[in-house]
């Protein structure tokens, strides 16, 4: 195809002829402030000027045929015609040579079809001119909407029907309402302005589609993301959750080591004081001596006791903090829980708001089964997210569930430093009541 000229408002067939009434009208319109594309030379035989007087024609609003004896009679007006009828050109037939009935049947039926505008001799040229002006500024928007369309189409074509000569956004929606609005107007589209603007909404389509895909793999990938973030916080509140006991059990060891270190001396104490005894009973002075070592020994044993209830007491206070650890845990996973309805009930309404824009697609369009199926896509995203919806108030329920766990592992270990503390009291009890008797002893043996 030749390279598209730059669009005019008239174009004007004739036979050379009648050159000399061409020039005059050419000037006329000229005057009026439109162009005019005319072929002043003769017409060589190569296919390419030929090309160029075509491209010349789609380029036009407005197809003026000079009809006379000459140029009814020329195969390449005949040309130039066929071609303005085969895309919609406006045409305008200007009687101004006279022919015969014979050669106004035998040229083309785009001749009859039309009326004819008299710029005979004998006929008013000022008249006839103003006609012709009215004719040309009838539906002008129309015609030069027309006009364009068609030659981005034919440029389309000519190049393959390239995807990158296609209409996109307003370009295509202006092209659409156009073609609606085209049912009582002349000229009608042609094949090709409907074929191209329906190959371009098929490509809006295919762009389309292709946009919603990357947004769902992006929002999957999103997702999976989060999923992960979440398995992670889970994994690392479980082993703090594991360091936190490992804590309580190494205090609980230390205690009771402490406690056996203390039985221990408690039954070193208790033989010393018998040996103390056996001595003390061989002499009052060392039974003075021995009353001395057991007083020394029962307050002893009354710092050891105190030692065993501040152990006891921080083991208490250690219990309390990992209960406290497990209230927060276990807020937290509630509150994850609540994120995760909130995070649901949205999907929910994402969904629905889906499955209407799928019904008010398929009513819309229903026309167009490219938009069923996006819309059906639309609708599995949709359902996509509530799943991925579904499976985080799942791990948000495990999460309470975990925290809940932790705060009854908690519990029982603030029940078993409460025994432990207990113990240490009655402990401390049985000390100062042996320290009590001691001293009692010691005295009735220095009494005595």
């Known amino acids: 195809m030749a390279d598209t000229f730059n669009m005019s408002d008239v174009m004007i067939s004739y036979s050379r002829r009648d050159k000399p009434f061409v020039q005059r009208l050419e000037s006329s319109l000229r005057a009026t402030g439109r162009e005019i594309w005319v072929d002043w030379e003769d017409i060589p035989t190569g296919v390419d000027f030929m090309q160029e007087i075509f491209a010349g024609i789609e380029a036009a609003d407005t197809f003026i045929f000079i009809i006379s004896p000459d140029s009814v009679g020329s195969q390449v007006c005949l040309e130039e015609v066929r071609h303005a009828v085969l895309h919609h050109k406006r045409f305008v037939p200007i009687m101004y040579r006279e022919i015969d009935d014979a050669a106004k049947n035998s040229f083309h039926p785009a001749l009859s079809a039309h009326n004819w505008l008299f710029f005979r001799e004998n006929d008013n040229y000022d008249e006839a001119f103003g006609l012709l002006l009215k004719t040309l500024d009838t539906d002008l928007e129309h015609v030069r909407y027309h006009t364009r369309l068609l030659v981005r189409a034919r440029e389309w074509e000519g190049k393959g029907r390239s995807s990158s000569l296609v209409l996109r956004g307003d370009d295509l929606r202006d092209a659409e309402t156009w073609l609606i609005r085209t049912s009582d107007k002349q000229p009608q589209p042609t094949d090709l302005h409907r074929q191209y603007i329906l190959a371009s909404r098929r490509a809006a389509q295919i762009r389309n589609r292709i946009i919603i895909g990357v947004a769902a793999a992006v929002f999957v990938i999103a997702m999976l993301a989060l999923v992960a973030l979440n398995q992670s916080i889970v994994a690392q509140n479980a082993r703090a959750t594991s360091d936190s006991n490992a804590i309580i059990a190494q205090n609980n060891f230390v205690t009771a080591q402490a406690a056996q270190g203390t039985a221990q001396y408690e039954a070193d104490r208790a033989a010393t004081a018998a040996v ?173």
Do not use: F, M, P
């Open 276 to 448: 103390l005894e056996a001595v003390a009973r061989a002499t009052s002075d060392a039974n003075a001596v021995l009353a001395a070592e057991q007083a020394v020994a029962a307050n002893q044993a009354r710092a050891t006791s105190d030692y065993n209830a501040l152990i006891a007491a921080q083991n208490a206070a250690t219990a309390t903090v990992a209960q406290g650890v497990a209230l927060v845990q276990a807020d937290l996973a509630a509150t994850a829980a609540a994120e995760a309805n909130q995070a649901r009930a949205t999907s929910d309404y994402n969904a629905n708001a889906a499955a209407t824009a799928v019904v008010l697609e398929a009513v819309a369009r229903s026309t167009s089964d490219a938009n069923a199926v996006l819309a059906a896509e639309q609708a599995a995203a949709a359902n996509q997210a509530r799943a991925t919806s579904d499976y985080n108030a799942l791990i948000a329920e495990q999460n309470a569930a975990t925290a809940t766990v932790a705060q009854g592992v908690a519990l029982v270990q603030a029940d078993l430093a409460a025994t432990a503390a207990a113990e240490a009291n009655q402990a401390r009890a049985t000390s100062d009541s042996n320290a009590d008797a001691a001293a009692t002893a010691a005295a009735n043996e220095l009494l005595a």
